[in-house]
């Protein structure tokens, strides 16, 4: 049997909502390429048993979200994506280039969990619990850290949590 | 604007990122370089020490991986209890720490545990684990529950009288529960939940065909085994080779084989005391033709340090055998044609395995 038999459905499937989280990791078109396909690679090397754990999306979320870490205690990456901004803003109305531009900025002055935690919590929908397990942390630190993102951003950008304050 | 609906927005300027193809490529140089570099190493060490005329090699084997079965599994406290609300997929199998109470925890092939919620008034683990690791069954109180670890559903069966004893049928299909040694036995088709009932005399050791349709009980100090006709409950005696193994050798409950034509039993020398009773060092398994009685193959297991437990004859796996070592418990693998032994899975000493195909009382 193929040892990566059932990877690249895999990849086919789930692709497209991983390369949006790993864009929202990095706010970087390049960046965002090389952390999906770092974790990506990683996935396949231990696909057997990855495949049999049940939650192949979740490996590889959380494989992005370590490798991110690593990149950030490495600072190697140190610039924010306001690039890929720029160009989408030739198509787009000037509130939604200014809004993103806003959301993007406020994330990057953001430590990578703080960041992390965010884009799990609020644009993957997990749970306290299930963000926890993806970063190896307690949900006490999930919740900690979580407070903390939101006070920024509602710092440096309170339009974008308006709603989100009461919640 | 909400933050979430915030961050889908930012996310839609994602383009695709995800390259399957490019990622497999990377993947098989990684893993070229990860076998061909420890191999390099290993043959220089090797070659180190033969050179240099050391009188030893390393002692212990190295564990073969079966991605049935973790390497090698650090027994934790506290684990997580078994998810009721998620498949979990197949186990490979069960530890505890009998002390007075045995608290059994799961394993998965990936080393993940997960405590199993039985009932903890039972002196072992009172278990047991399909062949194929994906149904497993254990007592609550007088209860009977079996689980489907690919799924979430959970049947629980009741009795006349407290549950005693299980055993699977070496394909897994079925599942016999034993009641408080009375001769009361459900038989459990495994594929769509059908029970059968079963009356009859009292027996402590049975063992179930891969059809159903027929129970072995072997006898002690006889030569021979009684075969129950499920459906009707009627019981034939059939004779085996005057003697199975050599002179001071005893048989012990034997292991059906998946065909259900033959059964391995397994050898320990002791006597003249009750083999049903006694436990001893088991030095050898013969597999028997249940047809006419005679000795098929003899296998001999290495006298260590150690006790062997062969716990069942797989379709996939030969005879698994637990290897209770002072230092270390093994889960083996025998090739039912070969007789080549691989350690699959290790653990530290001290705890009490269930092995695929394993019922209650899992001893022999």
Redesign the interface.
Known sequence: MDRYEGFREFVLARGPGLSRTAYLLTGDHQLAEDLLQQALTKTATHWPRVRTGGNPEGYVRRAMVNQRTSWWRRRRYTEVGAEALSAAAVADSADAVVRRMALARALSVLPIRQRAVLVLRFFEDMTEAQTAEVLGCSVGTVKSQAHDALARLRALAPDLLSEEAAR | ????E???????????????????T??RR??ARSVAVPLSVAAVVLGGLVAAGLPWLPAEPPVQVD?RYPARVSPRDGAVPLPADR????ASYVYGRCASTCQPVLV???G?QYAIPASPDHGSIAVALSPDGRRLGWANRNEFRLRDLYGTQENVYTGKSIWTGARWSPNGRWLVLMWSGQGEYTIIDTTNGRTTWLATPPWSWFDVSDTGEWLLFPIPYEAGYDRLDAPTGEATHHKLAPSLGQAGEYPLPPLLTPCSCTAMFPLFPSGPVDPYIASGPVVALVDVDLADGHVITRFDLPQDDGTWRPVAVLPDEGVVLAHFRPDVTEVVQLHSITGELTVVSRLPAGFEVVLRGAGFPAGR
Do not use: F, I, K
């Open positions: 604007m909400r933050l979430r915030s961050l889908h927005e930012l996310a839609d300027e994602a383009r695709s990122y995800a390259d399957p193809d490019a990622a497999v990377r993947a990684r893993r991605p498949a979990v997929g197949a998965l092939p990936d993940t």
